[in-house]
């Protein structure tokens, strides 16, 4: 197995853990004290998680900012995020309720009368939005944006430096907000828009990155990916069949990983 590579296309330093599997060789950690701050849009799922295993093995201390926005969900992405603050010992977090999504809805996960598609219908809307026709049920509108300008604003105010988001571009359901022009965008919207003197970027590591690679590299970091939450429509078992929980899956396993989240339905064989 080849080493990860960031988005830069440098290769990480690596060595081969007693499992065959590639892991990063990383110095040893700074003191809280000694790091500099960096935001990153917690989810609860699999790639926000990737990010803050990037952003810890970049040298940044974490702090971890969570938006609960009425999706299906949300309960148990919270639960996610709480236990990934643990893990990594954030000092800083926070958990912003955004109930406007919900009163706005057009989405599936904000609008409970509209199904969210699953199996094959689930594949289709994938591959018509990626391929530039229409947008899925589950796109929730601009939620990106929102979220980002939630976390800018709590990144100024603890004098954070850089803010990573885990949009993925290319192996993803389609939606606009996860795309390179976007983040390109918001990023130049920052710093017209903040603070003189406070020196803050945006950061979407994986944005160009299969799930298999997102895996492969969350892997190398040692990220707690049971400790995360990617399914779109229950929050006892994952479904196995909502389009978040098919890529999942892919991911793993195309990465040659067994994902360790329990199924309802697990198309992992």
Not at 51 to 63: N, R, T
Not at 102 to 110: E, F, H, K, Y
Not at 192 to 221: C, D, F, N, Q, Y
């Amino acid at each position: 197995m080849t080493s990860p590579r960031s988005p830069s296309g440098s290769a990480r330093a690596a060595t081969t853990s007693p499992l065959g599997r590639t892991t990063s060789t990383r110095r040893k950690p700074a003191s809280s004290a000694q790091r500099p701050l960096a935001v990153i849009v917690a989810s609860g799922g699999m790639d926000s998680t990737v990010c803050i295993s990037i952003a810890v093995d970049e040298g940044f201390e974490p702090a971890l900012f969570h938006l609960d926005y009425g999706q299906r969900t949300e309960r148990r992405e919270r639960r996610a995020f709480r236990a990934l603050a643990r893990h990594f010992g954030a000092r800083h977090t926070l958990v912003v309720k955004a109930a406007h999504f919900r009163q706005i809805g057009g989405s599936a996960l904000t609008d409970h009368r509209i199904a969210v598609p699953t199996g094959r219908a689930a594949a289709r809307a994938t591959a018509r939005a990626t391929a530039g026709h229409g947008l899925p049920v589950t796109y929730v509108p601009f939620r990106n944006a929102n979220i980002l300008a939630m976390a800018v604003s709590w990144a100024e105010v603890i004098g954070a430096t850089r803010v990573y988001i885990g949009a993925v571009e290319e192996d993803s359901s389609g939606y606009p907000d996860c795309r390179e022009t976007f983040i390109r965008a918001f990023d130049r919207a920052i710093k017209a828009g903040t603070g003189a003197g406070h020196a803050l970027s945006l950061k979407a590591p994986l944005l160009h990155l299969s799930k298999k690679e997102i895996v492969r590299w969350g892997m190398s970091l040692g990220t707690p990916f049971h400790l995360t939450w990617s399914c779109y429509q229950r929050e006892d078992l994952a479904c196995g069949e909502c389009d978040s929980c098919r890529l999942r899956l892919r991911g793993f396993r195309q990465a040659g990983f067994m994902d360790p989240l329990p199924y309802a339905r697990n198309e992992q064989g």
